[in-house]
């Protein structure tokens, strides 16, 4: 072992796998800047979040680092131009995403000229942290790890939780990817000043490198570049997922972060090593997110690490290195455990694409067949959850979805250990993927049930509502008449005002109507056998809710019918009906026989609007919650 | 699951140096029938025959009821009980990996309630039998059932040391004096007390190898100790000692190629624990107290249906979750 290399304090984490590293075939050359291509695709959904909002029209000609999409909403990142040209198309293209569906790119036509956009950077150590997080909106910089969490919002602290730890993820424990370790080796001197950024904005007292003791030469530099700051060098054992956030923080400070909590919460962040120096660039020089290290390796004649903007077109990238080997099948994006078949070779290099390995036959053998599940449980000792992977599998499989939650199927971190330690060769990661899409599936559908069922709800207490309300108004006019009649009774007897006595008939009319309902099956006349002490005023509101009840029904059937013709089936109706009915009817001679105006049916209809507007803000504030919750956290987890 | 083949094999060794080559005819036709039936079943399944035999679990299932059984039986009782184990046991529950009971055991369980008396008849270590059978003679008898010309039975066969414990037990004798007959050895049965230190060093190849982890044998061996020492310091005249009882028996074979059959097994490592403490309880309360001079058979069934209730009871704590 490396004379640098020195564990001190490590906090272990259940299981972990090591496969072979294949990492110095692309370490051999250091970092080289690819050359220009003839097109640049950039997709707007770069990373985690909100689609951002076009600012230029095609047949723009833009400078390198002009903004071409700022961020949209809280969650949200920026693109910019990577070089100066000119927009061709702003339309679907394939981007790479396991799916092979075409997304919004915005594509541009470099002039060759690489002409910058007037830049400059930030005084950032003289300047309120708040606007600095503020301006690195404009930044376009995600994390760069893997999982493309937009960094303005993990810098975003909330004053609740102070961030007291910054760790630093440099473990890059997936096996094939070198970008982070060249990054280092050639560009430690950057990545402290970045991340001395990083400490400033979070305001955090303790800075934590993790980088795995793969790397003698990276941690070397990185030591040498810390040698002068507060910050620790801290070495941890090659073992797939250290990389993985949560297990590096419990690494190297034996902190299990709560299932149901993100680290800023017990007070730790965690930064990829190249988004710090990318919040360097953007600091120092004013640089947006235009580029990005890329491990070029497998099956390609000269596997090597590249500077490449983003929107290169995959195969741009691959020629570089040499091009692919006859026999290459496929390309990888990320790495082998964790990474995805890309679905075509035309797709452009975003910033997720932290390695692009070609595969062959030979490298990845296609897996034998599965073979039933033996329980031997060599994928519960693999988990670094803890999980019991053989349980959640024989869930999955049987649709067992809700024993497969209880379970703790959503700690699941998909990190492939599992998959890889069987003896059976079965792809466990598929089948949790599986059953977490039909639960999330399933959980949406629930929640679109609840919806529902809550604005049914909602139309039935407004409905009650209004025949409160109307019920009140007649009771009240019944009392007015009353009071007018014995003035001395009204004043003399305060309980028995109009409020009161309006009330007590809304009451009673309630248990008529109540009553009235329970009857409608027999088809008895609905005022029989009523309230224990009908009042006047009582049976006043009743009638009067009654005649509402059919005034609502009538309008609406007019509503309808948008017809003046309306049936007269009013032989029944009481006095008050009738007059209720003769009042509509003026209504809709003074509007020229359309529809009344009607105050219930615009009430009904502004609830109605109201109920679903606050529905699906209900719904968009539930699936942001959910989406910041779950996204935060695993940032950065793959390296 | 070709390494737990291997380390049967120095047993099976010692089986032959101390019983005769007998048993290599019981393994020969428990795997001919083992493969034949599994893959008539596959085949009536409609599942590839081919990566299912190849996984040497039907060979195991087969090894561990030979080595379970008497040597010296008619070669249809091993035909019947591997063929019985593999049928109902494994393949009717749907094959390999779905099995809720360890089907070697079940083989033996419907054996031993079926044919008791051959199934109680173990031939005698062939240093103390009075006269031993030659490697024809055995074969002789596994084909047509006869013994050569004026041997009896009884000449050939003897009492299991368990056996023969339990019965002298109840006919009043103390252990220091029953243990003194010529059937014991040092440590267990003379003769088998050798194949029970095979099978433990054939587990210990197992533990090294990664294919068993230490919680199944450590938790029964320790129990099974635990238990026949309470008694046995309570009572030295009464009951055998915690060395006899590990010694004895299955006990070896149980801890090491029985109980760690993964398909009915626990899976958590606490569940391990619990299932094994019970299987050396049961067995240990079967043979002194039981009907059966050993209870490994019956004590791994019962276990074997607690698993489902062992494991929910037994899950470890999440990463990042309260227990």
């Known amino acids: 072992m490396n004379a640098l290399v020195n564990f001190g304090k490590i906090f272990k984490f259940n299981g972990g796998v090591h496969p072979p590293e294949n990492k110095t075939q692309s370490t051999q050359l250091p970092i080289a800047k690819l050359s220009l291509p003839d097109q640049l695709v950039l997709p707007l959904r770069q990373h985690v979040g909100n689609i951002p909002k076009v600012k230029v029209n095609v047949g723009d000609h833009v400078l390198k680092g002009q903004l071409l999409a700022e961020a949209e909403g809280m969650v949200s990142a920026a693109i910019h131009a990577p070089t100066s040209g000119t927009i061709t198309a702003i339309a679907d293209a394939i981007i790479p995403h396991p799916s092979g569906l075409p997304d919004h790119c915005i594509t541009l036509k470099p002039d060759g000229l690489d002409t910058w956009i007037a830049h400059q950077g930030i005084d950032w150590r003289n300047t309120d942290r708040k606007s600095l997080v503020n301006s690195l909106r404009l930044s376009g910089i995600v994390g760069l790890g893997g999982a493309t969490f937009p960094t303005q919002v993990k810098l975003r602290t909330d004053g609740k939780s102070a961030v007291h730890t910054l760790v630093i993820n440099a473990a890059e424990c997936e096996p094939y990817i070198t970008c982070d370790d060249m990054l280092m080796r050639e560009r430690a001197a950057e990545i402290v000043q970045g991340i001395a950024i990083a400490q400033h904005l979070l305001g955090a007292t303790k800075v934590l490198i993790g980088i795995e003791d793969n790397k003698p030469e990276a941690i070397a530099a990185m030591q040498e570049a810390t040698a002068n700051t507060s910050m620790q060098v801290v070495v941890v054992p090659t073992l797939y997922p250290s990389g993985d956030a949560r297990r590096l923080v419990h690494l190297l400070l034996g902190e299990e972060i709560p299932h149901n909590k993100r680290a800023t919460e017990v007070g730790i962040q965690v930064f990829n090593v190249a988004t710090v120096l990318a919040l360097h660039r953007y600091f120092e020089y004013g640089e947006p997110a235009l580029s990005r290290i890329v491990s070029m390796t497998g099956n390609v004649a000269q596997p090597r690490n590249f500077e490449v903007l983003f929107g290169t077109p995959l195969m741009h990238l691959v020629n570089a290195a040499g091009g692919a080997k006859p026999d290459t099948t496929h390309y990888i994006m990320g790495g082998p455990m964790m990474g995805f078949n890309l679905p075509d070779n035309n797709v452009p290099i975003t910033k997720a694409a932290n390695c692009i390995i070609a595969a062959s036959p030979n490298l990845f053998a296609p897996p034998p067949p599965a073979m039933p599940c033996i329980r031997c449980a060599r994928c519960a000792d693999a988990c670094p959850v803890s999980l019991q992977p053989q349980e959640l599998y024989w869930f999955a499989k049987s649709d067992n979805f809700e024993t497969a939650r209880e379970y703790k199927l959503f700690d699941c971190i998909e990190c492939g250990a599992c998959s890889y330690v069987c003896p059976s060769n079965i792809p466990l990661v598929q089948y949790y993927r599986y059953a977490k899409s039909e639960i999330i599936a399933a959980d949406r559908a629930k929640e679109a049930a609840d919806l529902a069922r809550e604005r049914n709800e909602a139309r039935l207490a407004r409905i009650e509502r209004e025949k409160l309300e109307r019920a009140q108004k007649h009771a009240e006019r019944a009392q007015g008449a009353k009071s007018e009649a014995s003035p001395e009774q009204a004043t003399n007897t305060p309980t028995e005002t109009p409020d009161a006595d309006a009330k007590k008939a809304a009451i009673a009319a309630a248990i008529a109507r109540a009553k009235a309902q329970k009857q409608s099956l027999d088809d008895q006349p609905q005022t029989s056998s009523v309230t224990d002490k009908p009042t006047p005023a009582a049976d006043e509101a009743k009638k009067a809710a009654i005649a509402a009840a059919i005034e609502r029904a009538k309008a609406q059937k007019a509503a309808a019918l948008q017809a003046g013709a309306m049936p007269r089936n009013v032989d029944t109706a009481s006095g008050a009906v009738q007059q209720e009915i003769a009042e509509i009817d003026a209504r809709r001679a003074a509007v020229g026989l359309t529809p009344p105006p009607n105050e219930a049916t615009t009430q009904a209809a502004a609830d109605k609007q109201a109920a679903i507007a606050a529905a699906i803000a209900r719904a968009k504030a539930q699936k942001a919650a959910a989406e910041a919750a779950k996204l935060a956290e695993s940032t950065e987890k793959k390296e | ?323």
């Open chain 2, 1 to 323: 699951m070709l390494k737990v083949l291997v380390a049967l094999i120095p047993a099976i060794g010692v089986y032959v140096w101390m019983y005769g080559g007998g048993i290599l005819v019981t393994l020969t036709l428990a795997t001919l029938t083992a493969l034949l039936t599994e893959a008539a079943m596959l085949k009536l399944r409609a599942r590839p025959i081919r990566p299912f035999l190849s996984d040497y679990s039907a060979v195991i299932t087969a090894w561990l009821l030979a080595l379970a059984i008497p040597p010296l039986t008619p070669w249809w009782l091993i035909v019947v009980g591997t063929a019985f184990a593999i049928v109902f046991a494994k393949q009717l529950y749907g094959g390999l990996g779905y099995n809720p009971f360890n089907p070697a055991m079940i083989g033996y369980a419907v054996l031993l309630i079926s044919f008791p008396v051959l199934m109680t008849k173990w031939p005698a270590a062939l240093q103390i039998a009075q006269t031993p059978l030659s490697f024809g003679e055995q074969l002789h008898f596994i084909f047509s059932g006869q013994l050569p010309q004026n041997v009896l039975m009884d000449a050939v066969t003897s009492a299991t040391p368990l056996d023969y414990l339990k019965t002298q037990l109840k006919l009043g004798q103390e252990i220091s004096h029953i243990q003194s007959a010529p059937l014991f050895g040092v440590l267990g049965g003379k003769g088998s007390e050798y194949i029970a230190i095979a099978y433990l060093l054939g587990g210990l190849y197992l533990w090294q190898q990664k294919i068993i982890s230490w919680h199944l044998p450590t938790a029964f061996l320790g129990v099974l100790a635990l238990m026949s020492a309470t008694f046995w310091l309570s009572d030295p005249a009464q009951f055998a000692s915690p060395v006899f009882h590990l010694f004895s028996g299955a006990s070896m074979l149980c801890a090491f190629f029985i109980i760690t059959d993964p398909v009915s097994g626990p899976t958590t490592p606490c569940g391990k624990l619990y299932f094994a403490g019970g299987v050396a309880i049961i067995t240990y309360l079967i043979r002194v107290y039981g009907g059966y001079p050993d209870g490994v058979a019956f004590a791994v069934i019962f276990m074997n249906i607690c698993v489902p209730l062992i494991d929910a009871y037994t899950q470890p704590r999440v990463f990042g979750h309260e227990k």
